[in-house]
């Protein structure tokens, strides 16, 4: 393990916890920022092994976090789909607003109600 790089460990991470899975007994699974040092390769894997895994185990909720751009989760999603994995309205991403990060004054830096945004 020490030999792999950032975004090879946190491949094999992902892949340990979904192997650990099959295995438990809790009605949930959650990862937080797993995708961080993966390159966009690794990502679009892991996603779209995430996404039908979730699929597979429909009895069980799954919440993933992730500061990367939530187009490659639609592209996951895209990609498991025409598998037939993936059925209508099954993920549901939600995105924060982007922090407020130019001048110093009250409320710069993102304070109680500028969170917000969308779901998909």
Known sequence: MRQLSGGERSFAT???ALALGEF???PFRAMDEFDVYMDAVNRRVSLASL???AADAAHLQFLLLTPQDVAAVHA???EVA???GVPPGFLRVITMAAPDR???GEGAGGGPG???GGAD
Do not use: P, Y
Request: glycine fraction near 28%.
């Open 51 to 53: 996404l039908q895994n």
């Open 24 to 26: 438990t007994a809790s």
């Open 114 to 116: 500028r969170g917000g």
């Open 76 to 78: 996951a999603r895209d």
């Open 102 to 104: 130019g001048g110093g």
């Open 14 to 16: 992902v892949c340990f």
């Open 82 to 84: 025409a598998r037939g």
